[in-house]
Nanobody, 123 residues
Framework: QVLVVESGGDLVQAGGSLRLSCSAS????????MGWFRQTPGKDREVISA????????YYTNLVKGRFTISRDNAKSTLYLQMNDLKSEDTAMYYC????????????????WGQGTQVTVSS
């Protein structure tokens, strides 16, 4: 049984930091590119960051580049997102995603989705 569980979301003041985690099980984690997406009410889910299976390649949308850092620990089947200098526009539900194919992941296609973790940034 595949299980993807995000955690670490919270209410934080603008300028603060959070670290999101995504714990995965039920599939071969290090075979998959992993990514973080976020969604606000009324808008489509958007990719904000992704990382290749061996961590050699990363992607960041311009909206978070320089503030967020994605990483993974394949031994623990866990994906992370360090979020610094948070802004009110970062408020969203954050989701973990997985795809064997890099381009498909960046295109929003995931084999598995978690339930999300809420990040709220107060200004």
């Amino acid at each position: 049984q595949v299980l993807v569980v995000e955690s670490g979301g919270d209410l934080v003041q603008a300028g603060g930091s959070l670290r999101l985690s995504c714990s995965a099980s039920g599939f071969t984690f290090d075979d998959f590119a992993m990514g973080w997406f976020r969604q606000t009410p009324g808008k489509d889910r958007e990719v904000i960051s992704a990382i290749s299976p061996n961590s050699a390649t990363t992607y960041y949308t311009n909206l978070v580049k320089g503030r967020f850092t994605i990483s993974r620990d394949n031994a623990k089947s866990t994906l992370y997102l360090q979020m610094n200098d948070l802004k009110s526009e970062d408020t969203a539900m954050y989701y973990c995603a997985a795809n064997r194919v890099w381009d498909k992941l960046l295109g929003g296609v995931s084999n598995y989705w978690g339930q999300g973790t809420q990040v709220t940034v107060s200004s």
